[in-house]
């Protein structure tokens, strides 16, 4: 059980736009710490797709693309591109575990 | 290239003890909280543990409470995870992270814990 929730699966067409939620609570999002999101292919580290809520790492495109409000948050993906396929993560702090919490992950499909 | 890298990892059977490493270059560690995060084969992530710049606090998720301890060297730059009475629970992909505003993530390690 995860202290942050996700979908466990969302799909799409190729250059389609699909959301990933991201619902947490008052110790962690809702306390106003910031949320990252996670992309991890298969065999891979997790790769730093999304941080600070909205902003993203050099390389990252502009399809992607986050945001918060009270305690949840968003990704979302727009342009569908079969190279999306992976499991995304959502990350914040929470000030109870005085850590990091994830959520569960979500499995992107491209149809 | 700034970077972490993690080492350490094996396997090891029930009961055991295994240390963990993570090196870090390109940046100056000493101005970060670290911490370690894990994955269990199949399974999602999760956090496992941090440390403060200085080493004067230290958090644990319950699950490895009085069995993991996480300490760093701030003049080698490396932070470390000395995991004692491993469980098979254990077993799972092991990264260490820097807490930041961007975080950074090393390649992981991998941990098996089996007889």
Same mark, same amino acid.
């Given at each position: /059980?995860?202290?942050?929730? /996700?979908?466990?699966?969302?799909?799409?067409?190729?250059?389609?736009?699909?959301?990933?939620?991201?619902?947490?609570?008052?110790?962690?999002?809702?306390?106003?710490?910031?949320?990252?999101?996670? /992309?991890?292919?298969?065999?891979?580290?997790?790769?730093?797709?999304?941080?600070?809520?909205?902003?993203?790492?050099?390389?990252?495109?502009?399809?992607?693309?986050?945001?918060?409000?009270?305690?949840?948050?968003?990704?979302?993906?727009?342009?569908? /591109?079969?190279?999306?396929?992976?499991?995304?993560?959502?990350?914040?702090?929470?000030?109870?575990?005085?850590?990091?919490?994830?959520?569960?992950?979500?499995?992107?499909?491209?149809? | 290239?700034?970077?972490?890298?993690?080492?350490?990892?094996?396997?090891?059977?029930?009961?055991? #003890?295994?240390?963990? #490493?993570?090196?870090?270059?390109?940046?100056?560690?000493?101005?970060?909280?670290?911490?370690?995060?894990?994955?269990?084969?199949?399974?999602?992530?999760?956090?496992?543990?941090?440390?403060?710049?200085?080493?004067?606090?230290?958090?644990?998720?319950?699950?490895?409470?009085?069995?993991? *301890?996480?300490?760093?060297?701030?003049?080698?730059?490396?932070?470390?995870?000395?995991?004692? #009475?491993?469980?098979?629970?254990? *077993?799972?992909?092991?990264?260490?992270?820097?807490?930041?505003?961007?975080?950074?993530?090393?390649?992981? *390690?991998?941990? *098996?814990?089996?007889?």
């Amino acid at each position: /059980q995860s202290v942050l929730t /996700q979908p466990p699966s969302v799909s799409g067409a190729p250059g389609q736009r699909v959301t990933i939620s991201c619902t947490g609570s008052s110790s962690n999002i809702g306390a106003g710490y910031d949320v990252n999101w996670y /992309q991890q292919l298969p065999g891979t580290a997790p790769k730093l797709l999304i941080y600070g809520n909205r902003n993203r790492p050099s390389g990252v495109p502009d399809r992607f693309s986050g945001s918060k409000s009270g305690t949840s948050a968003s990704l979302a993906i727009t342009g569908l /591109q079969a190279e999306d396929e992976a499991d995304y993560y959502c990350q914040s702090y929470d000030n109870r575990l005085s850590g990091w919490v994830f959520g569960g992950g979500t499995k992107l499909t491209v149809l | 290239e700034v970077q972490l890298v993690e080492s350490g990892g094996g396997l090891v059977q029930p009961g055991g #003890s295994l240390r963990l #490493s993570c090196a870090a270059s390109r940046f100056t560690f000493s101005n970060y909280w670290m911490s370690w995060v894990r994955q269990a084969p199949g399974k999602g992530l999760e956090w496992v543990a941090n440390i403060k710049q200085d080493g004067s606090e230290k958090y644990y998720v319950d699950s490895v409470k009085g069995r993991f *301890t996480i300490f760093r060297d701030n003049a080698k730059k490396t932070l470390y995870l000395q995991m004692n #009475s491993l469980r098979a629970e254990d *077993t799972a992909v092991y990264y260490c992270a820097r807490v930041g505003v961007q975080p950074l993530w090393g390649q992981g *390690t991998t941990v *098996t814990v089996s007889s």
